[in-house]
């Protein structure tokens, strides 16, 4: 195992989008994974805002692959993965100090 000094934040979300807007969107993480399930609260201003701080961070946000699969064409080139790859990225995290 590698020792690592970098921190990459992890913030896990419920089933719905709605209540970021309270806190102007931003999530308090590196990445977002998220049990969401409802593809019309992920409108281009939402993706855009969510993929924004990703890049700024490094990180990604984490759907479920059902979800990933309905709104594929508007994340396409953006920071979105299926949350079954999550695990994936933190094992290459903490073996390399990105992901």
Request: with cysteine; hydrophobic share 35%; net charge positive.
């Amino acid at each position: 195992m590698s020792d690592f000094s970098k921190k990459h934040r992890i913030e896990v979300k419920n089933i719905s989008l709605r209540e970021r807007a309270t806190r102007g969107f931003a999530f308090d993480g590196d990445s977002m994974v998220g049990f969401f399930n409802d593809p019309d609260e992920f409108t281009v201003s939402n993706i855009d805002i969510i993929n924004k701080q990703c890049e700024k961070t490094g990180g990604y946000c984490y759907i479920p692959p059902t979800l990933l699969k309905k709104i594929k064409d508007r994340v396409k080139n953006k920071r979105f993965r299926s949350n079954r790859k999550f695990i994936f990225d933190i094992k290459k995290f903490v073996n390399t100090g990105v992901i």
